[in-house]
């Protein structure tokens, strides 16, 4: 199984400042079709969780552009440029190239 | 818009059964393919099964394989999960969720709500 690697497990973000989460992928994500499958997702206290980018780095429909995502192969990271308070919960990274889709740990952020 | 609305959830006894489903709407429910997601209490997100629209093509988490069946009724935009054999572990919130565009491989892009499912003596 590909193993996912998220660090850090949280976060406390003052409003305002940036947050940076990575995720380590055991196995490259490159897929032959030139696609990498890599996503992130967002769950929010109570919530199932959302998407928020697919494929390293399209943000989805309604995603705000503080959102962003990069990387390659094995290493992958999101950024949220301005934490707000609506961005608490937990980030989940997700790879389906392989069966099983394995998630990362999850990164709790919080707000200061 | 799309939507997903699980229900089948409960409390059941270890070795019983339980069928959930998944009402889809808001998109053509037959071009995609949909994964069932669980989540135990305070725990992360684990795959549970996957299966292509046509149903040509499915998929099992070792943990639930020979236990768990998934089905669908194109016809009636639903998704099922039917779970045998359940055990505790098997304790979850159960999310059903949509495939984006493209591949077998790909994906998750809509969520629904989940249905709680206990299994306790």
């Known amino acids: 199984d590909v193993v996912m690697t998220q660090t850090p497990l949280s976060l406390s973000v003052t409003p305002g400042q940036p947050a940076s989460i990575s995720c380590k992928s055991s196995q490259s994500l490159l897929q032959s079709d030139g696609k990498t499958y890599l996503y992130w997702y967002l769950q929010k206290p109570g919530q199932p969780p959302q998407l928020l980018i697919y494929e390293v780095s399209s943000r989805f429909s309604g995603v705000p552009d503080r959102f962003s995502g990069s990387g390659s192969v094995t290493d992958f990271t999101l950024k949220i440029s301005r934490v707000e308070a609506e961005d608490v919960g937990v980030y989940y990274c997700m790879q389906t190239i392989q069966v099983p889709p394995t998630f990362g740990g999850g990164t709790k952020v919080e707000i200061k | 818009q799309v939507q997903l609305v699980e229900s089948g959830g409960g409390v059941v006894q270890p070795g019983r059964s339980l069928r959930l489903s998944c009402v889809a709407s808001?998109?053509?429910?037959?071009?995609?393919?949909m994964y069932w997601v669980r989540q135990a209490p305070g725990k992360g997100l684990e795959w549970v099964s996957t299966?292509?629209?046509?149903?040509?093509?499915?998929h099992y988490a070792d943990s639930v394989k020979g236990r768990f069946t998934i089905s669908r009724d194109n016809s009636k935009n639903t998704l099922y999960l039917q779970m045998d054999s359940l055990r505790t572990e098997d304790t979850a919130v159960y999310y059903c969720?949509?495939?984006?565009?493209?591949?077998?491989?790909?994906?998750?892009?809509?969520w629904g709500q989940g249905t709680l499912v206990t299994v306790s003596p």
């Open positions: 969720a949509k495939k984006l565009p493209g591949s077998y491989y790909i994906g998750i892009d809509y």
């Open positions: 808001g998109f053509n429910f037959r071009a995609y393919g």
């Open positions: 299966l292509s629209g046509d149903e040509t093509m499915s």
